[in-house]
């Protein structure tokens, strides 16, 4: 079962890197060459394990793991913050989460740029399409979906297009501007082409077609699917205040970190030798 109760949250020694006002998880990691970045919302910073993928991959590599994993943030977060994409580039090899395309302001609705999971206001746009619609109480972009979509399933497809097509752009924005070697990772509940937008694990709305117009501005991509062993250990060995369970249920546990840490392993390893032999060269 998992670990609950007010003395048992954890404490993530948040940090920040250079002026970037993105919150990280610590403690802070030297960036004294070589080291490794991992990008990512809630998944990568670990909000209910003891040990994130970062951890267990600098475990196993003997390198420096920087998490900026940040709660909430999805890509746009990163696409915009220039200290965060300097880092990356001068890392050994940037890991980068494929996070869900729901977090991107757009033609229809704005974000909070560093918390992406905040529903900030409709835009015209929207209000247009949905002229009833009351969007005084909504303040996060799934519950803003779910809105959108019981009202008008055939709007609410126009606007999932348009948030496809701004994550592309983002992306490929992003992976443009960070000149290390780049591994793009899916974490999911299901793999990328059976991905479930109703599963709080799958990236929203992320779909083959959009990893492969991504993929060549990266090294490579890992899918990591939750084995069976991790989705029946539930919330087991995962740390959370009592108010927090049902938040804890619906994310990644310590065996899934420590899956997806042994595949992207694999992946960075050969990099990282390639690395050595050209430096020294």
């Known amino acids: ?37 991992f990008l990512g919302g809630s998944d990568v910073y670990g ?79 929207l209000r247009a399409l949905y002229p009833t619609l009351d969007f005084t109480n909504i303040h996060y972009t799934r519950h803003a979906l779910q809105e959108l979509s019981d009202y008008s399933p055939a709007r609410y497809d126009l606007v999932v297009e348009e948030l496809r097509s701004i994550w592309v752009e983002q992306m490929m924005h992003m992976l443009g501007r960070i000149k290390s070697r780049k591994i793009l990772f899916w974490m999911g509940a299901n793999g990328i082409d059976a991905a479930d937008p109703k599963s709080p694990f799958d990236p929203m709305f992320v779909d083959r077609a959009m990893v ?28 959370y205040s009592l108010t927090e369970r049902n938040a804890a249920k619906n994310s990644f546990g310590p065996r899934a970190h420590a899956e997806v840490a042994h595949a992207l392993e694999q992946a960075l390893r050969p990099i990282l030798e390639n690395v050595r032999e050209t430096d020294a060269a």
């Open 47 to 125: 909000r209910f394990v003891e040990g994130p993928l970062s951890d267990h991959v600098e475990d196993k590599l003997g390198i420096s793991c920087a998490n900026l994993g940040c709660k909430g943030a999805g890509t746009e977060a990163f696409a915009t913050d220039k200290d965060v994409l300097d880092i990356a580039s001068d890392a050994s090899a940037a890991v980068i989460q494929i996070m869900g395309a729901q977090n991107c302001s757009n033609r229809f609705y704005k974000v909070h740029p560093r918390r992406n999971d905040r529903f900030i206001k409709p835009l015209a746009t």
């Open 212 to 239: 492969e117009q991504v993929r060549p501005y990266a090294d490579g991509v890992v899918e990591y699917v939750m084995s069976a062993k991790a989705r029946q250990e539930g919330v087991r060995g995962m740390i």
């Open 1 to 37: 079962m998992g670990i609950f109760g007010a003395e048992s949250v954890l404490d993530f020694a948040p940090c920040h890197y250079g002026t970037s006002r993105l919150e990280f998880r610590g403690p802070k990691r030297s960036l004294d060459k070589p080291y490794l970045v």
